[in-house]
């Protein structure tokens, strides 16, 4: 199974923590956000191993826009 984890408002990529391969357990940070000169940790809600990063630094993200993709099983 896989999990997703998503963006929840307008932001830019700040940067990205993890790489595909990379084991994650939750709360680690898989991506930080800047908005409003605010960074926002984007943490992870499951344990399980990053299959795909999908978005790269500087990218905009936008509610509900994928970000990192974790293999739970």
């Known amino acids: 199974m896989s999990h997703v984890v998503v ?4 932001a ?3 940067t990205v ?3 595909p391969g990379q084991r ?10 800047e908005s409003m000169k605010m960074e926002i ?5 499951v ?3 990053v299959s795909e990063v999908v978005v790269a630094v500087g990218d905009v993200v ?3 826009d ?3 993709v974790i293999a739970t099983a």
């Open 41 to 45: 940790p984007v943490l992870a809600d």
């Open 12 to 14: 830019n990529v700040l």
């Open 62 to 64: 936008r509610d509900g």
């Open 66 to 68: 994928p970000m990192v």
């Open 17 to 19: 923590e993890v790489e």
């Open 24 to 33: 994650v357990e939750p709360a680690d940070t898989v991506v930080v956000l």
């Open 7 to 10: 963006a929840e408002l307008v």
């Open 47 to 49: 344990a399980g191993t």
